[in-house]
């Protein structure tokens, strides 16, 4: 099963960025693993209409996939219960899975609409990077979880 994960922006902490480096390269030993970033949009009254045509192009090139939108409003798991979901996902044949992250100002409507899962990290408020940083390390936890190993502990 393939994992992406699609966030706006760039992780501005030079720490977190290396966090979130190294729990990519952690889960990439269970499976392969990409991570895009997308250009934050720009400008005031235009960024709507290119925000539409960009979530457009986004949710077509993600047809077919699982897609999992970050939002504090979403389903609150343990971690064991994230790894039992993410098992679930592997044994159901799902090719990929894509997590998707909103910038400062979140996912649109029409993209949660979308979405096969809304999934929150947390009630508390998170940045994005962290937000990046806990998610991954939780992908890596849940996988963890599945093939026994002492990390989850």
Known sequence: MRIRIIWEGKTKNPGLAALQADYAKRI??????????????????????????????????????TKVVLDPRGREWSSEEFAEWLGQQAVHGRNELVFLIGGPDGISQTVREEA????????????????????????????????GYPYAR
């Open 28 to 65: 990439g030993r269970f499976g392969e693993i990409s991570i895009e970033e997308l250009a934050v949009p720009r400008g005031g009254a235009a960024r709507g209409k290119k925000s539409s045509i960009a979530e457009r192009r986004l949710l077509e090139k993600l047809r077919g996939a």
């Open 116 to 147: 096969d899962l809304l999934l929150s990290l947390s009630r508390m408020t998170l940045t994005t990077d962290w937000a990046r940083a806990l998610l991954l390390e939780q992908i890596y936890r849940g996988f963890s979880i599945l093939r």
